[in-house]
């Protein structure tokens, strides 16, 4: 499949600069809606839009969809207008919303005027909720059961309306004042017995309020591993279904920006190989900065030291390793304690513990380093270095193991991504911190 | 909710030193199954296993099954040889054969020998799939449906099997050798005129071997975002589902692996606050040593530059700027294409193409790190400094996203997870590399 794509890819390019449409429709008509997509992705902007013309109109709903939201931006505003109307017309509410905020403000007015009164009616509410929130994302389309309804009318009002939802595989139960009193899964009513009423096999579902922010009800539909979440407004009133697909989408962004974070750049939001150079560079170098003019904080250390340094000049042969050392063992604390709090195994309250335990990693790893370091430094150089070298081993993994499990909690309770503390911040912070001790601790053994 | 779950674990942990086991019970029965795992992962091995007992039964095989693998080990070992057959028995055949691979060879012979021949004979074929493949993640329970049965029929056989199935959201579709034609969704089965034939709406759905490598398939299962791929044989034949449940849990460990190399560790396999400091210690000190193995390189570097230091010993304040600046590029290019590569932005392939362009990258970043360099050393040291801080800047910069572009590349070329060339490793290599460039750079332009 994998060789075959890229075959088709350049089969496509070179159909496209001979203006082969036939060819092209040929070809896409051999692919599945998830190739189309990956094919779709790795043509550049003009291309994007022929192609994405010639697809069925079935298909180029579903491609649409599944594009990255600046790529759907992009291919708005090649496409001709009433094309984009009856595409938009067709879109999910949800993906609707989503592609809205990707679009200039007057083209969206534009688009929305162009809605027909049924989709607008479903459209309108979910833009009043805040930017992030789950309101934004959920599906108001959903298969409504009442507590006194059987399974068998169950399936009956399935068949009836479950073509237009976003799923019927979790059917909220609510009365007619639509107050939520759980959910039922297609699997329990097509296992009960016909006659059963929903309300006896209703299960306590999870419900999230329109205002929760939408990485947390993703998260929260996830680990209970159930198809849909039900979203209500402060009366637990029914509103919508969040489904497991738009939570693992909402997640998957939020992980490509923990990823980038962590590497110290901004998220692309769009594939990898038709981002811009440009963009690339605008994604890194703001933070590259940051940390540039941080690290001047290690030249500043050094001057202090200067004269420590002209009189033993070995010293300077150590500081790669020294803070090389320093920076890895931060960055194993700080990636271990981000990871545990995304996954929710520790909170900002416990880092009294999370300290305690890093300290005591941090000098178990430090001694045996230091215990290394002193005796290879001091068979090759002396004793006194290795001495140096031992110590200041033992005190940087000390320091640092402490300082990397504690950023990501401190960066937390103050309301900040954790993954901002990034792995390089921390590296220049435990820099600094190691050149100080390293120059204190050679000057009080080799009595500079 | 978290607040009351805090609480709630000081109160098992009075309510456990006090031997209180009836309160301890009425504190579980408050508890979701989600709650309950939660609050046991946070207690040590001797306390959890005194509070599992106490977890009314059908709660206590979801809880078991929700645990991290090695906990569920330890628990096996602290209950009571009937209660773990008893558990063992109940178990699906997936979390079956997961539990048995954490196991000593002697105990999981035992516990398979105390199955039941049905059981047994579901569980058996799945331990003949090598390790980490998806033939031992597969579930063998679902339902399967002829291409001629109707969808009345369908629903009929959902009702009466599904009880049993790991999932009846997705329904194999195979005639009577087995050989599947598709599968359709209990949706469509439900939204789908009762007369009208499975075969006329089967679609042409995922499918893997067994011996496929569970990752792979777990990300296929989320790619296509459905309910559960179906598993077969070499011949097409039917086997089993892969459930988006366990591919969800299959990539969640996969991404635990790869956020912990990522950061120069080995995953931690359990909640981070209830591993011992000694396993956290084992889990980083490996790549801890390796690491300051490499550093030493760097070592060697700076001693055959000595005379060019003790000439200048200013050039010493530079060396944790540079080499830090540069660590940092290659981190940002490495995440960047790492992630490119994991969710399938970026093939080895593309090798030639990702050089260029992060060559681009690095070289527009460093050309404006340099000019700052130059401009600030300049002005505070002398303009020569300034014109080596400013060419090694743009050097290094081009060097290290080009290196830190490739690395992943390459990895995955060599068949190597790329996580394991982490950040750490990408830092010690460019920081070698950065050195040998800075002190070229000055000797020529300071004519050392």
Request: proline share 4%; with cysteine.
């Amino acid at each position: 499949m994998t060789d075959s794509l890229d075959e088709r890819i350049t089969r496509s390019r070179t159909l496209l600069s001979d203006h082969d449409l036939a060819g092209l429709a040929d070809l896409l008509s051999d692919l599945r809606e998830h190739e189309v997509t990956r094919l779709l992705e790795r043509l550049d902007a003009d291309d994007r839009a022929v192609l994405f013309r010639l697809i069925e109109k079935d298909t180029a709903l579903g491609v649409f969809e599944s594009l990255d939201p600046p790529l759907r931006g992009e291919l708005v505003d090649a496409l001709r207008d009433d094309h984009v109307v009856a595409l938009f017309e067709d879109l999910d509410p949800d993906d609707r919303v989503e592609l809205l905020d990707e679009l200039p403000a007057s083209v969206a007015r534009r688009l929305l005027s162009g809605l027909s009164d049924g989709e607008r009616t479903l459209t309108a509410p979910m833009l009043g909720y805040p930017r992030g929130s789950v309101g934004r994302r959920m599906s108001p389309e959903y298969v409504r059961l009442r507590p006194d309804t059987t399974a068998a009318e169950a399936l009956a009002a399935v068949r009836r309306d479950g073509r237009d939802a976003a799923t019927v595989h979790v059917l909220p139960v609510a009365d007619d004042t639509l107050v939520c009193t759980g959910s039922v899964t297609l699997g329990d009513v097509a296992t009960a017995e016909p006659g059963v009423r929903v309300g006896d096999f209703v299960a306590d579902a999870p419900t999230v309020t329109a205002t929760t922010d939408a990485e947390v009800a993703a998260r929260l539909c996830l680990e209970y591993r159930t198809a849909a979440v039900v979203v209500t407004d402060s009366e637990r009133r029914v509103l919508g279904v969040l489904t497991v697909d738009t939570a693992a989408r909402i997640l998957e962004d939020a992980e490509d920006e923990d990823a980038a974070r962590a590497g110290g750049s901004e998220p692309l939001r769009r594939p990898y190989l038709s981002t811009p150079v440009g963009t690339l560079v605008r994604s890194r170098v703001v933070w590259l900065l940051v940390l540039a003019v941080s690290a001047v904080l290690t030249v500043q250390v050094l001057e202090i030291f200067e004269d420590t340094l002209s009189a033993v000049v070995t010293l300077a042969l150590f500081i790669p390793l020294l803070t090389g050392t320093g920076g890895n063992t931060g960055s194993q604390a700080a990636t271990t304690v981000t990871r545990a709090l995304a996954v929710g195994d520790v909170r900002t309250r416990d880092l009294g513990r999370v300290l305690f335990r890093e300290v005591r990693v941090g000098a178990s790893m430090g001694a045996l380093l230091g215990a290394l370091g002193f005796v290879v430094a001091g068979l090759v150089y002396d004793w006194h270095l290795g001495l140096v070298i031992g110590a200041t081993l033992l005190a940087v993994c000390t320091i640092a193991a402490a300082v990397g499990g504690v950023m990501p909690l401190c960066a937390k309770a103050i309301g900040v991504d954790p993954a901002v503390f990034s792995t390089p911040f921390i590296s220049t912070f435990c820099d600094a911190t190691g050149l100080i001790v390293y120059f204190t601790i050679a000057s009080a053994i080799l009595d500079i």
